[in-house]
């Protein structure tokens, strides 16, 4: 099967979860790859995707209507970190903004827990990526106990509420859900703990969290589940493959950004009387 005949159509009704469809991650493989086992062609459209996101971002600040803001989530090792150097980096820095959340301090805990997000929701015109997001608040926060059980099972819908309204004013919203397999994220602790290069990342609390893999499980299937909307989709991201993950990443955000149809504003000069001496 040659690249070029994976549509994005195929990739959107495999991946996109429709709104209130239940979620089993078990009947989704992370290991696809579309019958691409071509890493080279599929990296061949990365890049043309990255030029084309380019394009479209320079469409989008100079329209400054529509904001994007780019979710993404995933077990620890999921890649979200790749997907933002890999998928983004030819967008210009100065309309683009990547915010990682981190466990709460003392002064968001004092706050709703959206507080945080809509302070970093992008400007319009501009790129926002969420690495980890408002979901850690139904995800970590759920599986650790840190609130009462009743607090976090509202929170689905206060964050259909919360993305409707960021949604009504023009932010567009695409949430990606890195999907790796337990096995796939032993081999890259396994580098961490190896490859002197990436010690670095390797922090004990990996081991802690990867023995609540089911439970991190069950937290993810519910939030897929209950929080996939017309106007906040989620996608589930086969990533086993990062060469699969980056291509089909990218492959979503330049369809989506080109559906809004955007165009350069017109001058409200007569530039043709214009002349510069
Ligand atoms: P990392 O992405 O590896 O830098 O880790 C960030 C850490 O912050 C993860 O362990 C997350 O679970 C944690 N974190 C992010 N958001 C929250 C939250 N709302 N409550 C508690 N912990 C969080
Ligand atoms: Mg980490």
């Known amino acids: 099967m040659k690249t070029h005949s994976v549509s994005i159509k195929d990739l959107y009704s495999q991946f996109n979860i429709p709104p209130g469809k239940k979620v089993k991650l ?10 691409l086992t071509d890493r080279d062609s599929a990296n061949e459209i990365l890049e043309d995707n ?4 380019s394009e479209l971002q320079k469409l989008l600040y100079a329209e400054n209507k529509n904001a994007l803001l780019v979710v993404l989530q995933g077990m620890d090792t999921s890649g979200k970190d790749g997907t933002i150097s890999h998928v983004m980096h030819g967008v210009n820095p ?9 466990a709460p301090s003392e002064e968001e805990l004092d706050h709703d827990f959206l507080w945080r997000i809509h302070k970093n929701i992008p400007n319009k015109g501009n790129i926002g990526i969420f690495n980890r997001s408002h979901y850690e608040d139904v995800l970590v926060v759920r599986v650790k106990d840190l609130v009462p059980r009743s607090v976090w099972k509202a929170r689905y819908e206060q964050i259909n509420k919360f993305e409707e309204i960021l949604s009504d004013n023009d932010v567009k919203i695409l949430k990606f859900f ?16 190896n490859d002197p290069t990436k010690n670095w990342k390797f922090s004990l609390s990996d081991i802690k969290e990867r023995e609540l893999w089911d439970k991190y499980t069950k937290a993810y299937e519910e939030m897929l589940s209950r929080c996939s909307t017309e106007y906040a989709p989620w996608f589930v991201i086969p990533a086993n ?25 017109k001058s ?3 530039l043709s009387k214009i002349k510069i001496r």
């Open 26 to 35: 078990s009947n989704y493989d992370p290991d696809y790859t579309a019958g």
């Open 50 to 53: 990255i030029k084309k996101l």
């Open 94 to 102: 100065q309309g683009c903004q990547v915010t990682s959340f981190k």
């Open 178 to 193: 890195l999907h790796i397999s337990k096995e796939e994220q032993k081999k890259r602790l396994e580098a961490r703990l």
């Open 241 to 265: 493959h990062k060469w699969f993950r980056n291509f089909a990443v990218s492959q979503i955000i330049v369809e989506e950004l080109g559906s809004l149809k955007m165009k350069f504003p």
């Open 268 to 270: 409200s000069l007569d």
